[in-house]
């Protein structure tokens, strides 16, 4: 089955600077590639997702890239702020659409004011 | 407001002893999922309903059942919980035909005594 894995697993950054969080995943099928914010004690958030027809995608801060043949895509936020910090997870899931994700172990991510 | 909504919040069992926790959406949506987050963990999927059609995980144990009686509503019957079943048990829904991304209900928090 699939295999996705995350990096770092906890990150500190500077309120306004940039933060990447990296992903890869093993099986060349998937094709779906979402990202989600989870704050303590709630739901899982989308914030943004992308497709293998596509490379980059960006939504204000916030911008996914894929690279398929080296099998990896990455999250960027820029101009962090506090309400940034959360943990994010990158997924993989393969099919016609209505596979489930496999989850990679989530980024703690920490803003420092 | 469409949503997916989960009963109940928190559930405390006794070990060995059944329980079920209930799943609705008002989306219409096609495709409903069951994850299992366990603390400081990423979801894990466990089996997902396309339509009437069930589909099982290799590694979800035989413990863990699931029914879907109509569209709107999905069960996950846990038959003898154990210590290890634990977690925080996530709903997620999704339609085929408007794209791949799952929403999520807030969860049930489950204790096993």
């Known amino acids: 089955g699939e295999n996705v894995e995350q990096h770092p697993s906890t990150l500190s950054v500077q309120e306004g600077d940039s933060a990447v969080i990296k992903c890869t995943y093993s099986?060349?099928?998937?094709?779906?590639f979402p990202w989600y914010k989870q704050e303590l004690g709630k739901r899982p958030q989308l914030i943004i997702d992308i497709r293998s027809n596509v490379g980059e995608k960006k939504d204000q801060r916030i911008a996914v890239t894929l690279n398929k043949t080296a099998k990896h895509f990455s999250l960027h936020i820029t101009e962090t702020q506090p309400e940034d910090s959360a943990v994010y997870f990158c997924a993989a899931s393969r099919g016609g659409g209505a596979d489930g994700l496999t989850f990679g172990k989530g980024t703690h991510l920490i803003i420092q004011p | 407001d469409a949503m997916v909504i989960q009963n109940p919040r928190y559930q405390v069992t006794q070990f060995g002893k059944p329980v079920t926790l209930s799943c609705s959406q008002t989306l219409n949506h096609n495709v409903m999922y069951w994850y299992q987050q366990k603390s400081s963990q990423a979801p894990k999927l466990l089996f997902h309903y396309y339509d009437k059609d069930f589909n099982n995980e290799a590694d979800t144990p035989d413990n863990f059942q699931s029914r879907r009686p109509n569209t709107s509503f999905c069960f996950l019957d846990i038959r003898s919980p154990g210590l290890g079943d634990a977690a925080m048990y996530l709903c997620?829904?999704?339609?085929?035909?408007?794209?791949?991304?799952?929403?999520f209900g807030p969860g049930t928090r489950l204790t096993v005594l």
């Open positions: 099986d060349s099928a998937s094709n779906y």
């Open positions: 997620a829904t999704s339609r085929v035909t408007l794209g791949r991304e799952q929403f």
